[in-house]
């Protein structure tokens, strides 16, 4: 058996000043460092830097990328027999030179790849000497052609392969950091090594599950001994239902597992995720174990389904209205629209969620419990799919194992971003190369995985016709092809958004919103929004991996990296800064587009706090009026994904959950559209009608009851209803279906008025859930005071309930405080009381301390 000495811990580290003259007098750093990290991490550990998240800080530590850092430690070896050694590093960020005992091992470049070196002519028995050397970004690209390549904020991290939103984005500053980011080893391998473990499905049918295996290994070329390789498959239980035992002649096997009674894998709300277990052992001719490797599976088939459009369809009109309204996007022609749908085990899955972004700037720090804590709000918030962007970092084995265990589907881009990328730079295309098997290699076993994108947005502007459009050589060339060759049961798309003409094209393939954010701002500004709903119901495509919507966190989480100082100041100067920018606002910034929406859709603030609440609202109100819009569009809409689930570094800007764990307005307005059966109302001028919708995103038939009023803002409980409707429906599985239509002129005398509201209720065996709608904007809310307020709290300071009640109708309320709530941002009926679970995740125990945090409500009147 191999045997491995972990190197990860406490190393020595140095620093000596660059070019640039910044920093700490002297021009030299000597401190201790902890491995795996970053050197940002030690610094602000050792007092030389203050914490880069808080206030403007950031802007104070951007000497560091421009000093050379070197991480040194010894170790000692008793023996060097018994294997031939090799010194793996998981990960290195980014240009290092390796040393071991003072001569110079290897060059590196690729913050994603995992290096092994055979060092047995190096490694010394008693004390050795390691270090890693980072050289600059400016080192290792110098002599590059970066200057005036098209990049989104910045050129020259086109030719880095390491992670490019920390050479700024407009969610997070500039933060390029050095440091050995990934675990390192020394492991003395035995006779023979398993290389890799490739399980997957090959076929589900009536008759069970056909399971591929394939086991790669490698032989010491000096030692020549049979050697069997022994493979089982274990069960979820951990029963054991396949065993297979091989004399190995090759360094590469590949068997079939057949089991007749196969437990299938399934998305979150769609089934259960049972999750088998393959263990594969090389073995000597004395039945000695040589080597093993394990690994988990789930059995579930996916693929891609693209239908065109039936002509004289509802589907194929729709495809000609959106062509009308988006003829920049859309340049198909007489080309028929195609759906877009993922189906998992035969079964269409309805992808709701958003986009994951890296969690830290400093990655190597974010713990296993995070992961778990995020990925379990996703759950929770009703999603379905996350898709891993290609500005990040490849997630380490916590966040996979937590998806398979979860169900949480993911769509995973390979690590290109918003810029054309050197294609033509061999060296470049080589590392990638490399990159791109080591990935695939690490990821392809995980069920959760479900289809991969060659990059972000290079392509948007080309299309499936234009041989040379940005991207496409090395989609082809790399990531394409290596797919196909290693992983050829996923689907590829060669960037996203993909399909049609333009590849943005919003009636085939993918499409992304962020593509038209700057023509989504002009609206914010130019109009007076009081059409928003029809506008954001408008805002359709077969399948949307990016929808941005901003918000503001809550106080409790701005207070963790601004000052009150800070969150007094009318010209929110220090909020701007942590919400950054996108570079094609000139005289314009997000912030100031988010503060107008929220002027505009909302009444008058008393307060700056209450002005920061009500720019978390909007997020709420249009997250979940996007969702419910995609939804009544089902089956034309295949999945809606928001830009962005979580945030890198404490900023107010597009996350659905902030830096620290804490949900904002938009991530409970996306969990109110995405439960399983919801109501929603919508009033079309362009159908000259109102519509009472049902959606049903479960996998089997929906029978209920909807209860249809329309009643005064300003009732007390009891009072009689306006109009009223009471109706039995029944869905079909994952359909959407509008219950009841009613002309425009028998409700708008009732409904544009306001002091009206409507209120949907449907019950069934899936539960209650609620619709209530106003058809002006919110800010025209003709509201009395409404005595909302928290009637009691039950539990302990680290969970329990609230149960809140109001005398009259309460707009948006809100709990705030530093806990994690079932609902928030919720409206209550006169006399309604409802009771409200509070946690605080075992994630966020350092933040919040151990106290009892207060609750605090909030409502509009």
């Not at 940005?470 to 993909?498: K, N």
């Not at 929004?529 to 989480?557: I, K, N, V």
């Not at 307005?669 to 009472?692: L, T």
Request: aromatic content about 10%.
């Amino acid at each position: 058996m191999k045997r491995t000495t972990m190197l990860t811990g406490t190393w020595q580290l140095t620093g000596e000043r660059g070019d640039v003259g910044e920093g700490p007098a002297g021009g030299t750093i000597a401190i201790e460092a902890q491995v795996p990290g970053h050197v940002h991490q030690d610094l602000l550990g050792a007092g030389l830097i203050r914490d880069p998240g808080y206030r403007k800080q950031a802007d104070e530590c951007g000497w560091v990328e421009h000093w050379q850092w070197t991480y040194r430690r010894e170790f000692h070896i008793d023996r060097h027999g018994g294997g031939r050694p090799v010194l793996e590093f998981d990960g290195l960020d980014t240009y290092a030179d390796i040393y071991l005992n003072g001569t110079l091992l290897a060059r590196t470049d690729n913050m994603f790849i995992g290096y092994r070196f055979d060092v047995t002519e190096l490694l010394q028995v008693g004390s050795n000497e390691l270090a890693v050397r980072f050289r600059t970004v400016a080192d290792g690209i110098a002599g590059k052609p970066y200057v005036g390549r098209s990049a989104a904020f910045t050129s020259e991290r086109l030719y880095v392969r390491r992670m490019q939103c920390t050479f700024g984005w407009d969610w997070v500053g500039r933060l390029v950091s050095y440091g050995i980011w990934r675990p390192v080893r020394l492991v003395f391998e035995d006779l023979a090594v398993i290389e890799d473990l490739h399980v997957y499905t090959k076929s589900i049918d009536g008759r069970g599950a056909s399971i591929g295996i394939t086991v790669e290994t490698s032989n010491r070329n000096e030692l020549v001994q049979p050697l069997r390789l022994e493979v089982k498959l274990l069960d979820p239980s951990g029963r054991e239902v396949w065993a297979c035992s091989r004399q190995l002649h090759r360094d590469r096997l590949e068997l079939t597992a057949d089991l007749a009674e196969p437990e299938l894998w399934w998305p979150t709300g769609y089934g259960e995720q049972p999750l088998y277990r393959t263990i594969a052992r090389l073995v000597d001719e004395r039945g000695r174990v040589v080597d093993v490797r394990e690994c988990a599976f789930g059995i579930r088939t996916v693929r891609i389904e693209q239908l065109p459009d039936r002509p004289g369809s509802e589907e194929a009109r729709t495809t000609e209205r959106l062509r009308a309204a988006g003829a920049e996007w859309d340049r198909n022609g007489e080309r028929p629209g195609s759906s877009f749908a993922l189906l998992v085990n035969s079964v269409a899955i309805y992808c709701k969620g958003a986009n994951w972004v890296p969690c830290d700037p400093f990655p190597s720090r974010v713990p296993a419990a995070h992961y778990e804590h995020l990925l379990r709000l996703a759950r929770d918030a009703g999603m379905t799919m996350l898709r891993c962007w290609g500005g990040g970092i490849y997630e380490p084995e916590p966040f996979w194992e937590a998806c398979d265990r979860l169900g949480m589907l993911v769509s995973q881009d390979f690590m290109m971003a918003c810029g054309t990328y050197p294609e033509e730079d061999a060296q470049w295309m080589a590392s990638l190369a490399v990159e791109t098997e080591g990935i695939i290699r690490a990821l392809r076993n995980h069920p959760s995985l479900v289809w991969w994108n060659g990059d972000n947005e290079n392509g948007m502007f080309g299309n499936e016709e234009d041989p040379a459009y940005i991207g496409r050589a090395i989609a082809e060339r790399v990531t394409g092809r290596l797919c196909a060759e290693l992983d050829p049961l996923r689907p590829f798309l060669p960037t996203s958004p993909y399909g049609g003409a333009t590849n943005n094209s919003l009636t085939i393939g993918t499409a992304h919103y962020t593509g038209v954010l700057l023509e989504m701002i002009d609206v914010f500004r130019k109009t007076d929004l009081r059409d928003y709903q029809a506008y954001f119901a408008g805002l359709l495509s077969r399948f949307c991996p990016e929808f941005p919507m901003f918000g503001a966190p809550e106080l409790h989480t701005l207070r963790r990296f601004m000052s009150e100082e800070d969150l007094a100041d009318p010209a929110f100067d220090m909020l701007e800064y942590h919400t950054k920018n996108h570079p094609g606002l000139v005289d314009f910034s997000l912030f100031r587009a988010l503060r107008t929406l929220a002027d505009k859709l909302t009444p008058p603030s008393a307060s700056i706090a209450e002005q920061i609440r009500k720019m978390s609202y909007v997020q709420h109100e249009l997250t979940r009026l996007v969702v419910e819009a995609y939804r009544r569009q089902r089956p034309y809409t295949g999945g809606i994904l928001f830009w962005m689930f979580n945030d890198c570094w404490p900023a107010s800007g597009w996350s659905l959950v902030d830096y620290y764990g804490y949900p904002k307005g938009g991530y409970y307005g996306f969990k109110q559209a995405a439960r399983p059966v919801i109501a929603s109302v919508e009033r079309s001028e362009a159908d000259g009608r109102y519509a009472f919708w049902v959606c049903s995103d479960l996998p089997h038939e929906v029978r209920g009851t909807a209860k249809l009023r329309i009643v005064k803002l300003d009732d007390a409980a009891g009072a009689a209803a306006g109009w009223e409707r009471e109706i039995a429906f029944a869905l079909g599985a994952g359909t959407s279906a509008a219950i009841l239509t009613e002309p425009l002129d028998a409700l708008d005398a009732l409904l544009l008025d306001d002091r009206r509201i409507a209120i949907m209720d449907i019950a069934g065996p899936f539960g209650a859930e609620r619709c209530i709608y106003f058809a002006g904007i919110p800010a025209d809310m003709r509201l009395r005071p409404s005595g909302a307020r928290i009637e009691a709290r039950v539990g302990d300071a680290e969970r329990g309930e609230v149960t809140v009640v109001a005398d009259r109708y309460a707009k948006s309320v809100l709990l705030h405080g530093a806990y994690l709530f079932s609902d928030n941002y919720f409206d209550l009926l006169p006399g309604e009381r409802r009771t409200i679970r509070y946690d605080k995740s075992g994630a966020m125990e350092s933040l919040t301390g151990g106290g009892e945090q207060a609750i605090e409500l909030f409502s509009w009147n």
